[in-house]
């Protein structure tokens, strides 16, 4: 990859808008029960604000943000929280993935429903953005390498 | 070894094929799928979930209790496919470990 230094409006605007462009998927992912969005929506979004600050201030600045070793790790872990959440739901009496039976106690059924979901969209975001950084970082590989 | 993937592969095969016997028939009139019927009599498993969506999970958005909890298999499944597209990029592009090494 080229010097990160070449343009420094482009990094400087880069670096204003990723921390919005973090917020709204936060507000995307957390807000997927009352309007358009959920995990994959927001995970992607969060992708977006890492890759763009990876495009702009360049490799070296980009892994102190968000190191290239964690995006494979990061994937299976969101993963691991969606089967994590069925299975603590299944140990617990009920059927795989039935989120009645989550222990968050002082809810109602339906409101443990709501938690089970959430968990379940927070699961798939950390899932959804760990692979888009890493695929993102696997193409670059021959820069990384030369 | 290429024997015991294989034999994986097979024996994961034959474990979907059994548990596809349990599936109802799909134009079985009394499969839990096919019990309710819309406000003008149409048979579908759609109406259940509009008329219980917000009753059954607290959420206001439909698609979400839809796609997170009635049909959550569904969405584990994308997100493991996902997931496993990146495990391809990993497992095909990224060597800079493995020629440190060698």
Redesign the interface.
């Known amino acids: 990859m080229k010097t990160s230094h070449e343009s420094p409006i482009v990094v400087l605007v880069s670096r204003l808008l990723a921390p919005f462009i973090q917020l709204f998927a936060l507000y995307v992912i957390f807000h997927?029960?009352?309007?358009?969005g959920?995990?994959?929506q927001g995970g992607t979004i969060l992708a977006a604000s890492v890759i763009l600050m990876r495009l702009a201030v360049g490799e070296q600045a980009g892994n102190l943000q968000f190191r290239r070793s964690w995006?494979?790790k990061l994937?299976?872990t969101?993963?691991f929280i969606?089967?994590l959440t069925?299975i603590v739901a299944m140990l617990l009496g009920g059927m795989?993935?039935d989120?009645k039976f989550l222990p968050i106690p002082g809810l109602?059924d339906?409101?443990t429903?709501?938690m089970?979901?959430l968990m379940?969209?927070i699961?798939?975001a950390i899932?959804?953005m760990?692979?888009?950084i890493?695929?993102y970082?696997?193409?670059l590989?021959e820069h990384?390498?030369d | 070894m290429k024997l015991l993937p294989l034999i994986m592969v097979c024996l994961v095969g034959a474990l979907m094929i059994y548990a596809s016997f349990g599936l109802p028939y799909r134009a079985d009139v009394n499969a839990p799928f096919n019990r309710d019927t819309s406000a003008v009599g149409s048979i579908g498993a759609a109406n259940h979930y509009i008329r219980n969506a917000m009753k059954d999970a607290n959420t206001p958005n439909v698609v979400t209790v839809i796609l997170a909890d009635y049909r959550g298999y569904d969405t584990l499944g994308e997100t493991t496919v996902i997931f496993t597209a990146g495990l391809v990029c990993y497992l095909l592009l990224r060597r800079k470990e493995y020629e440190n090494k060698s």
């Open positions: 997927g029960h009352y309007s358009p959920g995990g994959f995006s494979s994937s299976a969101g993963v969606y089967a069925g795989y993935l989120y109602t339906a409101e429903r709501a089970g979901i379940v969209e699961g798939v899932g959804v760990a692979t888009m890493s695929i970082d696997d193409l590989e990384y390498n």
